[in-house]
């Protein structure tokens, strides 16, 4: 068995998150006893609102404690895996399992990051879309028509069914108009804070990179494949470098996943919440196991499941 931790990106969050991990495991609750932030994150994720976890700069450090929690509980049960990734928001949590960050550095890097993405775009009117059943030329195709109504790109790779473009409101929409005519099944609307992995994120990429020249990055303990790249770190290439890009490029899920396959993954772990991330292996490569891991409950099950794949 090889095994690839998958990290779950912004979208899944809720309230409630992590409440029944805190509980159970001492190590879960020693990561977020262990931060320190202007907010309670504790009982923003225990407790909501909701309004206010959904928004970017709650959601982002809330999501990457929660992660690096999980984290800390699969290494006390011997889970570790051979190679991390995650989508979005999740690299850095990919990027603190491989050790080049603490979690305490970790949440505080998202939470600059968050800030640094409202930031970009306030009072622009904004919005993403997920793409289904159109291909990647033919949707671009549509976002270049589009793009005289604004800024519309392809944000996101997810997997061969379903990709998703962001930008400009006026200019999102009349690309969804447009996927639709060229044949795509659906055009779903995100209900997300504005236009990631765009180039409109630039000032965000911009404050990210100052931000980076005062942060210690340790060395990659295990491999990483990066969004922008849809694989591993390149000669020459530098993390800070990648998540400058990354916040401001598509995210190249699919890719990842393929490459993940070609160097020997058969299974795959998606930290969450949530079980989007397993779906999109499941239609980009069907040979992976898949294991959703967001409660208690479903660490003891996968430690029977892991045991017995052995």
């Known amino acids: 068995m090889k095994l690839a931790f998958l990290y779950a990106g912004q979208g899944t969050q809720h309230p409630g998150m992590g409440k029944d991990l805190y509980e159970t495991y001492p190590r879960f609750r020693a990561v977020l006893d262990g931060l320190s932030l202007p907010f309670d994150l504790k009982k923003l994720c ?19 404690a929660f992660a690096a929690g999980m984290t800390e509980v699969l290494a006390e049960k011997g889970i570790r895996p051979e190679i991390v990734a995650g989508l979005s928001l999740g690299e850095y949590s990919a990027l603190q399992c491989a050790g080049v960050f603490s979690p305490a550095t970790a949440v505080e890097l998202v939470a600059f990051r968050g800030k640094a993405m409202a930031q970009a775009v306030q009072g622009r009117p904004c919005g993403m879309a997920a793409i289904l059943m159109l291909g990647r030329e033919e949707l671009a195709r549509c976002c270049r028509e589009a793009s005289a109504l604004g800024v519309v790109e392809i944000a996101n790779y997810n997997c061969p069914t379903q990709l998703v473009i962001a930008g400009d409101e006026a200019a999102v929409a009349r690309a969804g108009e447009l996927a639709l005519e060229a044949g795509a099944k659906r055009v ?35 491999p990483v494949f990066f969004n922008c790249k849809g694989g591993p770190m390149e000669p020459g290439e530098t993390i800070p470098e990648l998540l400058v890009r990354q916040v401001q490029s598509s995210v190249y899920l699919e890719d ?13 772990v998606e930290i969450g919440p949530g079980k989007a991330l397993s779906a999109f292996v499941k239609k980009t490569e069907k ?3 898949t294991y959703a891991v967001e409660t208690a409950e479903d660490v003891e099950q996968l430690c029977v499941a892991l045991k017995g794949a052995e």
Do not use: W
């Not at 909501?48 to 809330?62: S, V």
């Not at 779903?188 to 404050?207: D, N, R, Y």
């Not at 990842?256 to 795959?268: E, K, L, P, S």
């Open 188 to 222: 779903v609307p995100l209900k997300v804070s504005g236009p990631f992995h765009t180039s409109l994120m630039a000032p965000a990429g911009e404050a990210l990179r100052a931000r980076f020249c005062q942060t210690a990055f340790g060395e990659m303990e295990i």
């Open 287 to 289: 040979g992976i196991r």
């Open 46 to 64: 225990f407790e909501g609102p909701e309004e206010q976890l959904n928004q970017t700069e709650y959601t982002q450090p809330c999501m990457v």
């Open 256 to 268: 990842t996943i393929r490459a993940m396959a070609a160097q020997g993954v058969d299974t795959i």
